[in-house]
T-cell receptor, first 111, second 110 residues
Framework: KQEVTQIPAALSVPEGENLVLNCSFT??????LQWFRQDPGKGLTSLLL?????REQTSGRLNASLDKSSGRSTLYIAASQPGDSATYLC??????????FGTGTSLTVIP | ETGVTQTPRHLVMGMTNKKSLKCEQH?????MYWYKQSAKKPLELMFV???????ENNSVPSRFSPECPNSSHLFLHLHTLQPEDSALYLC?????????FGAGTRLSVL
């Protein structure tokens, strides 16, 4: 069974810093990997989707990479802002409609 | 706006009440999902519907009853819930690509 792990569970950084969030998965046979953002008490907002054939995706200050062979993905956030404070989750899609979620990294950006 | 709309956003109900959560997606997706998210716990998949057919029921108690009348609408009927069922209930849809979530219904069972 696929297991998805996110480290660290919580991260606190001063505003302006660049930071990296990590996601690892145990089975490299994935269709795609998706990063989400969740604000407290709210739904999940999709940030980036990386297909299994891709190495990275970029959107604004966000860059996500995928290394299927090692079972790892990173989400790089450049020049962090207080508005980036949220929980970030990664999810891998395996067969059909099966998705496995990590437990998330809670990010706090201090002004 | 993700294209997935959930109503109501907040719901308070007693243990003897019957209520329903509604989810509607405008993305043309063929799969819809119900998730439960409790405080400090990972997302728990409850039900999956694919082309209106239920394809997964993750050992969910019968007090939760899903209904999918068409590929755009998904309901979660609730009856005789317990206080531990209080949580954020999230609906999602997907097609070939990624998954898209609604804003959730915050449910409190008194």
């Amino acid at each position: 069974k696929q297991e998805v792990t996110q480290i660290p569970a919580a991260l606190s950084v001063p505003e302006g810093e660049n930071l990296v969030l990590n996601c690892s998965f145990t089975d490299s046979a994935i269709y795609n990997l998706q990063w989400f953002r969740q604000d407290p008490g709210k739904g999940l907002t999709s940030l980036l989707l990386i297909q299994s054939s891709q190495r990275e995706q970029t959107s604004g200050r966000l860059n996500a990479s995928l290394d299927k062979s090692s079972g790892r993905s990173t989400l790089y956030i450049a020049a962090s802002q207080p508005g980036d404070s949220a929980t970030y989750l990664c999810a891998v899609r395996v067969t059909g409609n099966q998705f496995y979620f990590g437990t998330g990294t809670s990010l706090t950006v201090i002004p | 706006e993700t294209g997935v709309t959930q109503t109501p956003r907040h719901l308070v109900m007693g243990m003897t009440n019957k209520k329903s959560l509604k989810c509607e997606q405008h993305l043309g997706h063929n799969a819809m999902y119900w998730y439960k998210q409790s405080a400090k716990k990972p997302l728990e998949l409850m039900f999956v519907y694919n082309f209106k057919e239920q394809t997964e029921n993750n050992s969910v108690p019968s007090r939760f009853s899903p209904e999918c009348p068409n590929s755009s609408h998904l309901f979660l009927h609730l009856h005789t819930l317990q206080p531990e069922d209080s949580a954020l209930y999230l609906c999602a849809s997907s097609q070939d690509q990624g998954k898209y979530f609604g804003a959730g219904t915050r449910l409190s069972v008194l």
